[in-house]
């Protein structure tokens, strides 16, 4: 049975042409094109396009960022700690104390902007063309977001569990997520080593560490098996070689 772990982009063209309404194609082109989170769609207004110019201002809002550690008895002469520490983060780095009851405060706000193609700008004008400029453009949830990506990746032939994560081998639906995945490989298939277009998609995803973006620099299960192929010619033609000269 084949191993499937990423969808290409000739699946991901035929499922943006599945559907037979424009609301589900301009979900699915959306995704397909940016390889945004599946949140970050559900959130845009008709204020965020800028279609005439085929850009998307992608509003970024994060909660309960930060937690203030209070300190615990036998530190500081019962002066409070202070020392700040992420919202999942267990314990105090200066003091010791236990923040797992502690709860997180702040909020913290990043906007991007990112570019779509003229296929998606296209379906924005469409779909977009009697709504105001603070509306909502998408008023679908997030699960039915995920049962459109389901259903159109059955539609062309990818039905149930059919792909595996390549660092777990557990096998899952297809999910937003894998448009996400898909971009990021061919991105970096493009950038090479080139550090200016490899920062160019941490910015476009809006990952806060370059970590996060490198995670995606890995080879398609196809590019191994090419890479593996050109190694075992090169391998055993210099064995047959030394052979034939004996």
């Not at 379906?123 to 459109?148: A, C, H, P, W």
């Not at 090479?192 to 476009?204: P, S």
């Amino acid at each position: 049975m084949p191993i499937k772990t990423y969808l290409t982009p000739a699946e991901i063209q035929a499922m943006i042409e599945w559907p037979d309404n424009l609301r589900d194609r301009l979900i699915l082109s959306f995704y397909g094109d940016t390889g945004c989170r599946a949140s970050e769609l559900l959130k845009l207004k008709v204020e965020n396009l800028d279609l005439e110019n085929r850009l998307v201002m992608i509003p970024h809002l994060k909660r309960g960022i930060k937690k203030k550690c209070p300190g615990r008895p036998g530190y500081g002469d019962g002066r409070p700690c202070g020392r700040m520490a992420g919202k999942n983060t267990p314990f105090c780095s200066r003091c010791g104390a236990d923040l797992s009851a502690v709860q997180a405060e702040g909020i913290e706000e990043r906007n991007r902007l990112i570019s779509i193609g003229e296929t998606t700008a296209e379906l924005f004008r469409e779909y977009t063309k009697e709504m105001d400029q603070g509306d909502q453009i998408i008023t679908i949830s997030r699960q039915q977001v995920y049962n459109l990506v389901r259903a159109a990746a059955a539609g062309i032939g990818i039905k149930g569990k059919a792909l595996t994560n390549p660092e777990t081998g557990k096998k899952h639906f297809p999910h937003p997520h894998n448009f996400r995945d898909s971009l990021a490989v061919s991105w970096l298939e493009v950038a090479a080593t080139d550090a200016g277009k490899q920062k160019a998609l941490q910015e476009h995803l809006g990952h806060k560490n370059f970590e996060t973006t490198m995670g995606y620099n890995k080879l398609t299960p196809g590019k191994v098996q090419e890479v593996s192929n050109e190694v075992r010619q090169m391998r055993f033609a210099k064995l047959k070689e030394g052979e034939e000269a004996e």
